[in-house]
């Protein structure tokens, strides 16, 4: 009976059609299979692999929409008050290994992605090497603090979840309501390869209960040594010596690891999901330069690629045969903002000259030279909330405002500097002098704000990164944000009065602040839409600053292969390789 269990479970799935592959090219190299840490999370390509070899309870589409998965787990709201959120892994969901995914997984996930549990006085950053960005030798080894990073929001369960239905289940409990609370949990890292390790416990359901009884029972020791490999024991760039870090959960799984620069995924056979794959094995391929890429496309050796969107991209691919070019919006999206307060020169503290510097930025011409050239359809962002080609942005944008501001208007930004008495103002605006795209905004605005009497200037930076939101240091910046889903949290993250993570230009309004704190209640999606379009007219008219257009994104692939689609939000090329399949014919 075991034998015929074990081999039952490696049956692979009807779908897939054996022999199959495709090559993809990705920018950056594979440095950690989790993604969750701060080291694992500066590469893409990192997040990219976990989303094809993982499953979660829900993730976004194409359109982009919320999509639960059934098939691997199920959530739902036990309480309101307080904030109640159960979660149940599905019958039969298995690691890679054939070890069942439970509730000791999801409980490692809380500890790790909320911080609870941390030491309050680790201080990790003594102890990350400056060339490599992970943790040194001397990290000490009674730190228990785990790095993970997906918890916005997570942090609010400060009680320990509560396991239920003989281990399938974890409930967890909010300190306070959180609006988004359906996009902080997931399953992470397996539980019983994280203490395995840590704890050198050998039998999985031994290692398994060794973590739950060192988080339930605050056993500090234990829980240094889980944290510790938690956040670095899954980094490596060429194949671990133990295959069982490799172990996933979701439709694929990695295989192998070549140094000099490919990592394979091949279908898990104990997956048993909705995302089944057709396609047996993906070749990643990691290629920085994007015309590199697209020549490789050209020459076969490539089946998909997603490139930097570039005019000359753009152009090379549309000289390929037998290659499907898929054109839209990406995530990122370009801004200019404006230092209400503590600016370099201070000219922007009063609302009238704020006013007039945003009537003279050139956002047409800029969508024109930098844009159009790659999505020939792209339009202005006009949104400070709301991402284009949503029914919300749409009618935002017909009464926030933002009409105003379409346009260059010289007279008018000089009426407005007249009745502020002031005259040839200057702006020095922050940006990165080594990304052309920046460098011919900056040129374009220079240009066209000089007709108003502005004198802008440069205080471009290889460091400006880390000079955003420093007091004295520039008056304007142009730099982008990348939206990776659609949280309330995120408009909060940038126009709350007590943010320090996007709220870059110190932007404050009591009327913001009310509308943000009114979605920290349950409500409907009409009436979170309705604050948010509020808050979008309230930014515009304080003249804070300026959208100026969504970044495009490219997908290009070859015609033997179907079902390759591109997502706004999703991780670049990977997001859907389940729904790949050979072409008909082919």
Same mark, same amino acid.
């Given at each position: 009976?075991?034998?015929?269990?074990?081999?039952?479970?490696?049956?692979?799935?009807?779908?897939?059609?054996?022999?199959?592959?495709?090559?993809?090219?990705?920018?950056?190299?594979?440095?950690?299979?989790?993604?969750?840490?701060?080291?694992?999370?500066?590469?893409?390509?990192?997040?990219?692999?976990?989303?094809?070899?993982?499953?979660?309870?829900?993730?976004?589409?194409?359109?982009?929409?919320?999509?639960?998965?059934?098939?691997?787990?199920?959530?739902?709201?036990?309480?309101?008050?307080p904030l109640t959120v159960k979660y149940t892994i599905a019958e039969g969901v298995r690691w890679s290994d054939g070890i069942?995914?439970?509730?000791?997984?999801?409980?490692?996930?809380?500890?790790?992605?909320?911080?609870?549990?941390?030491?309050?006085?680790?201080?990790?950053?003594?102890?990350?090497?400056?060339?490599?960005?992970?943790?040194?030798?001397?990290?000490?080894?009674?730190?228990?603090?785990?790095?993970?990073?997906?918890?916005?929001?997570?942090?609010?369960?400060?009680?320990?979840?509560?396991?239920?239905?003989?281990?399938?289940?974890?409930?967890?409990?909010?300190?306070?309501?959180?609006?988004?609370?359906?996009?902080?949990?997931?399953?992470?890292?397996?539980?019983?390869?994280?203490?395995?390790?840590?704890?050198?416990?050998?039998?999985?359901?031994?290692?398994?209960?060794?973590?739950?009884?060192?988080?339930?029972?605050?056993?500090?020791?234990?829980?240094?040594?889980?944290?510790?490999?938690?956040?670095?024991?899954?980094?490596?760039?060429?194949?671990?010596?133990?295959?069982?870090?490799?172990?996933?959960?979701?439709?694929?799984?990695?295989?192998?690891?070549?140094?000099?620069?490919?990592?394979?995924?091949?279908?898990?056979?104990?997956?048993?999901?909705?995302?089944?794959?057709?396609?047996?094995?993906?070749?990643?391929?990691?290629?920085?330069?994007?015309?590199?890429?697209?020549?490789?496309?050209?020459?076969?050796?490539?089946?998909?690629?997603?490139?930097?969107? /570039?005019?000359? +991209? &753009? @152009?090379?691919? !549309? $000289?390929?045969?037998?290659?499907?070019?898929? =054109?839209?919006?990406?995530?990122?999206?370009?801004?200019?903002?404006?230092?209400?307060?503590?600016?370099?020169?201070?000219?922007?503290?009063?609302?009238?000259?704020?006013e007039a510097f945003l009537k003279v930025v050139p956002r047409q011409e800029i969508l024109q030279r930098l844009v159009r050239?790659?999505?020939?359809?792209?339009?202005?962002?006009?949104?400070?909330?709301?991402?284009?080609?949503?029914?919300?942005? /749409?009618?935002? +944008? &017909? @009464?926030?405002? !933002? $009409?105003?501001?379409?346009?260059?208007?010289? =007279?008018?930004?000089?009426?407005?500097?007249?009745?502020?008495?002031?005259?040839?103002?200057?702006?020095?605006?922050?940006?990165?002098p080594a990304n052309p795209r920046r460098v011919t905004e900056f040129q374009l605005l220079r240009e066209s704000a000089a007709?108003?009497?502005?004198?802008?200037?440069?205080?471009?930076?290889?460091?400006?990164?880390?000079?955003?939101?420093?007091?004295?240091?520039?008056?304007?910046?142009?730099?982008?944000?990348?939206?990776?889903?659609? $949280?309330?949290?995120?408009?909060?993250?940038?126009?709350?009065?007590?943010?320090?993570?996007?709220?870059?230009?110190?932007?404050?309004?009591?009327?913001?602040?009310?509308?943000?704190?009114?979605?920290?209640?349950?409500?409907?999606?009409?009436?979170?839409?309705?604050?948010?379009?509020?808050?979008?007219?309230?930014?515009?008219?304080?003249?804070?600053?300026?959208?100026?257009?969504?970044?495009?994104?490219?997908?290009?692939?070859?015609?033997?292969?179907?079902?390759?689609?591109?997502?706004?939000?999703?991780?670049?090329?990977?997001?859907?390789?389940?729904?790949?399949?050979?072409?008909?014919?082919?």
């Open positions: 009976m075991a034998a015929t269990l074990i081999l039952g479970g490696c049956t692979v799935q009807s779908e897939l059609v054996e022999g199959t592959s495709a090559t993809v090219a990705l920018t950056h190299p594979f440095t950690s299979i989790n993604p969750n840490t701060s080291y694992g999370s500066s590469v893409p390509t990192n997040g990219s692999i976990f989303a094809a070899t993982n499953s979660s309870f829900n993730d976004y589409n194409e359109v982009p929409e919320l999509v639960k998965d059934a098939s691997f787990g199920s959530y739902e709201v036990v309480s309101e008050n069942p995914v439970d509730a000791a997984d999801m409980l490692l996930a809380w500890a790790a992605n909320s911080r609870v549990l941390n030491d309050p006085d680790a201080e990790a950053s003594q102890h990350t090497d400056p060339q490599t960005g992970e943790f040194s030798d001397d990290f000490p080894e009674d730190y228990v603090y785990f790095d993970g990073f997906t918890g916005n929001g997570l942090q609010l369960v400060t009680s320990t979840p509560v396991i239920g239905d003989d281990g399938t289940s974890l409930t967890l409990a909010y300190d306070e309501y959180f609006p988004d609370w359906e996009l902080v949990f997931e399953v992470g890292m397996p539980a019983h390869v994280v203490a395995g390790h840590a704890l050198d416990r050998e039998d999985s359901k031994a290692a398994k209960a060794a973590l739950i009884e060192a988080i339930e029972g605050n056993d500090r020791e234990s829980l240094a040594a889980i944290s510790r490999f938690w956040n670095s024991g899954f980094n490596f760039q060429a194949m671990p010596e133990n295959h069982d870090i490799l172990v996933s959960n979701g439709p694929y799984t990695v295989t192998a690891i070549d140094p000099e620069g490919e990592v394979t995924l091949t279908a898990n056979p104990y997956y048993r999901g909705a995302h089944s794959p057709a396609i047996e094995k993906i070749d990643i391929r990691f290629i920085a330069d994007p015309l590199q890429a697209v020549h490789a496309l050209g020459e076969g050796t490539i089946d998909v690629v997603a490139p930097q969107g /570039t005019a000359d +991209v &753009a @152009e090379s691919l !549309s $000289a390929l045969d037998q290659v499907t070019i898929q =054109s839209g919006l990406d995530g990122a999206w370009e801004r200019l903002d404006l230092q209400m307060e503590q600016g370099r020169n201070g000219v922007f503290t009063d609302p009238r000259v704020r050239p790659v999505d020939a359809s792209a339009q202005l962002r006009s949104s400070h909330v709301f991402m284009p080609d949503t029914v919300a942005y /749409t009618e935002s +944008v &017909a @009464e926030n405002g !933002s $009409a105003s501001f379409r346009k260059v208007d010289v =007279s008018a930004a000089e009426a407005l500097l007249a009745k502020a008495g002031v005259v040839s103002p200057e702006v020095c605006v922050l940006f990165d007709h108003a009497g502005f004198r802008v200037t440069d205080c471009s930076s290889p460091d400006w990164n880390n000079l955003l939101g420093n007091p004295g240091v520039y008056d304007a910046a142009l730099y982008a944000l990348q939206t990776t889903n659609l $949280a309330v949290s995120a408009v909060a993250a940038s126009f709350s009065s007590s943010s320090t993570i996007n709220n870059h230009n110190r932007y404050a309004n009591a009327d913001v602040d009310a509308l943000l704190a009114s979605l920290n209640h349950p409500v409907d999606d009409a009436g979170r839409v309705r604050a948010l379009a509020e808050i979008d007219a309230l930014v515009w008219a304080d003249f804070a600053g300026v959208p100026l257009y969504q970044y495009p994104r490219i997908l290009a692939s070859n015609r033997t292969l179907e079902g390759v689609e591109r997502s706004p939000l999703a991780p670049t090329a990977l997001w859907n390789p389940w729904r790949w399949k050979p072409s008909s014919g082919t």
